[in-house]
């Protein structure tokens, strides 16, 4: 059975450190990882990664692939109050039409 | 950018009706379209997966004769939540795919079954 699990589950950090999000999958045929923020509502998309080793940036936010190891960190630095939010990972396989299989999420806190 | 909206955002209802929630591509054509469950704390969790003019594919556990999903258009899915009871309560999020495998997510309806 595919699986994505998230570490840690909840993180509380004070503004202006710099937090590391970790997600291992199991999927079958891996095709490529997501990362979500979800705040009060739906998700919104923030990377997908598909190649190991590329690292994506998004200002603050980066994230990297290790398809090797199966996992994938998400790198939030000074970190700003507007960051609290859950993270949730996805990981896609080629088969099952984009389908994906979320992670717990992990909730994360920053601190004024 | 590609934006999805869902109507009802939010919905109150008495056990034993049906729910219906719309889920609409608003500036693109969705090959496939998926609805989700998320219960408070936890994750999303996959329900179907609709493509335009087929029979859903239900994942195991979900009750097809419950969660009935039409997808009568491209830019559209609905999902029917019928004879609703309080353990249906929950936050729906449906999502759209174009081609480029990247899925878009609704706002989610909150449904709330007394």
């Known amino acids: 059975e595919d699986k994505v699990v998230q570490s840690p589950l909840s993180l509380v950090v004070h503004e202006g450190d710099t937090v590391t999000l970790n997600c291992s999958y199991e999927?079958?045929?891996?095709?490529?990882l997501l990362w979500y923020k979800q705040e009060k509502k739906a998700p919104t998309f923030l990377f997908m990664l598909?190649?190991?080793?590329i690292e994506k940036k998004s200002g603050r936010l980066s994230s990297i692939l290790d398809k090797k190891e199966l996992f994938s960190i998400l790198n939030i630095t000074a970190t700003q109050t507007g960051d609290s939010a859950v993270y949730l990972c996805?990981?896609?396989?080629?088969?099952?039409?984009?389908?994906?299989?979320f992670g717990q999420g992990t909730r994360l806190t920053i601190n004024p | 950018g590609a934006v999805v909206s869902q109507h009802p955002s939010r919905v109150i209802c008495k056990s034993g009706t049906s729910v219906k929630i719309e889920c609409r591509s608003l500036?693109?054509?969705?090959?496939?379209m998926f609805w989700y469950r998320q219960f408070p704390k936890q994750s999303l969790m996959l329900m179907a997966t609709?493509?335009?003019?087929?029979?859903?594919?239900?994942e195991q556990g979900v009750e097809k004769d419950k969660f009935l999903i039409n997808h009568a258009s491209l830019t559209l899915s609905t999902l029917t939540v019928t004879s609703a009871h309080p353990e249906d309560s929950s936050f729906y999020i449906c999502?759209?795919?174009?081609?480029?495998?990247?899925?878009?997510f609704g706002p989610g309806t909150r449904l709330t079954v007394t």
């Open positions: 999502s759209a795919t174009r081609t480029d495998y990247e899925q878009y």
């Open positions: 999927v079958t045929n891996f095709r490529s």
């Open positions: 996805a990981a896609s396989g080629i088969q099952g039409a984009q389908k994906l299989v």
């Open positions: 598909t190649s190991s080793g």
């Open positions: 609709s493509n335009e003019g087929s029979k859903a594919t239900y």
């Open positions: 500036d693109f054509q969705a090959t496939t």
